[in-house]
């Protein structure tokens, strides 16, 4: 095992540990608003704090970027942790058990470990750069949909942005009414990792963060799949964007709704 490997099993170990806080039962929702429709609970906070306290001890060196932070000194070239405490804060607010802790460990300007858990199901989402994509160890693969006819797709509204939601929701007819039908889960690192499990053959979302899609992107390619923004060109590490992720088959079709 390189030094690397060795990391990303440690990183591995603890962001399956913190999931406890999200199910546990003394599960602290009390929610404070970010804006009208981004919320924070005490949740991301105690899982940023404590993946941020261990992650630091493990490596240093490492820079740290995390949703419930300031990142503007980042710097996505040298090496960096890229932490969703909890993707899906609305999901789990409503107690609609799809939420996880995303993280992605990169160098480079390049992500080379993704972990994506989601502890209601506990399913554990693993890919390392180079060595194939993982669901609790057994390997992942996309699904064989040629078309996009043949598809079911998931498309993001990104609420946050609502002053974008004529485009969205003309972009989701669109799509609409060319695939078998389309499905909105609300936590993008997921629904890229079910992509990559082949339960959905594409994903698009426009105006998502570093911390949505870092790790599930890395997922998602290990396991065959493709993951751009909107024009179809790679999103730099570290950036916010467009995106949209697929089963490699589907893309440049769905790319030329978009």
């Known amino acids: 095992m390189t030094e690397q490997e060795i990391l990303f099993e440690k990183a591995v170990s603890a962001v399956r540990a913190a999931g406890s806080l999200l199910t546990g039962p003394g599960t602290d929702l009390a929610v404070s608003e970010k804006g ?7 949740v991301d906070t105690a899982v940023q704090a404590r993946l941020q306290q261990e992650l630091s001890a493990l490596a240093p060196d490492f820079q740290f970027m995390g949703e419930e932070k300031d990142n ?38 390049q992500v080379f470990g993704g972990i994506v858990y989601q502890p209601f ?3 554990l989402f693993t890919a390392f750069r180079g060595r194939g994509a993982f669901l609790n160890g057994t390997p992942l693969q996309v699904s064989c949909a040629a078309c996009l006819r ?3 797709v998931s498309v993001g509204t990104n609420p946050g942005r609502r002053e974008n939601a004529d485009a969205a929701f003309a972009r989701m007819r669109r799509i609409y009414d060319r695939c078998h039908d389309i499905r909105r889960v609300g936590a993008a690192s997921l629904e890229l990792c079910w992509v990559a499990a ?33 024009s179809g060109c790679p999103q730099p590490c570290g950036q916010a964007g467009d995106v949209v992720g697929t089963n490699s088959r589907i893309h440049k079709e769905l790319i030329t709704l978009l």
């Open 150 to 152: 043949d598809s079911l």
């Open 36 to 42: 009208r429709t981004d919320f924070v609970t005490r």
């Open 121 to 123: 199901a506990g399913e």
């Open 198 to 230: 082949g339960r959905l053959d594409g994903y698009l979302e426009h105006g998502l963060k570093p911390w949505d899609y870092a790790a599930g992107g890395l997922i998602l390619q290990e396991a065959g799949g493709t993951i751009t923004d909107f």
């Open 72 to 109: 503007r000194e980042i710097d996505p070239s040298r090496a960096l942790w890229i932490l969703d405490p909890v993707d899906g804060t609305t999901n789990l607010i409503h107690g609609f058990r799809q939420s996880t802790i995303s993280l992605a460990l990169a160098d480079g300007g």
